[in-house]
């Protein structure tokens, strides 16, 4: 059984920093894709920022320039540099991962979330 563990969440006041971090752990043969996602109280889960196993990144446009995406493919470790922080970003952060088993199918997970609570 696959198990996506987030960490790093937290509060912190408006303009600061946090860092993210998920791993991954259990039976795979590779992982293709990770990302996060936010979802604040009362909204529906919006897309943060995701990479490929390349490196390639893409980001939501409300993080675009505040928010970097970074994985360590060795140790299946996805990471989220937040930077200038604002309320807006108020939210339970969700890793997610597209992981290629050893069966060669493709299955989608998700962490169980983490809160980063930014105050103003």
């Known amino acids: 059984q696959l198990q996506l563990v987030e960490s790093g969440g937290g509060l912190v006041q408006a303009g600061g920093s946090l860092r993210l971090s998920c791993a991954a752990s259990g039976i795979m043969f590779s992982i293709k894709s990770m990302g996060w996602y936010r979802q604040a109280p009362g909204k529906q889960r919006d897309f943060v920022a995701r990479i490929t196993s390349d490196g390639d990144a893409n980001y939501g446009d409300s993080v675009k320039g505040r928010f970097t995406i970074s994985r360590d493919n060795a140790k299946n470790t996805v990471y989220l540099e937040m930077n200038s922080l604002k309320s807006e970003d108020t939210a339970v952060y969700y890793c997610?991962?597209?992981?290629?088993?050893?069966?060669?199918?493709?299955?989608?997970?998700w962490g169980q979330g983490t809160q980063v609570t930014v105050s103003s």
């Open positions: 997610n991962a597209d992981v290629l088993l050893i069966s060669r199918s493709t299955k989608n997970y």
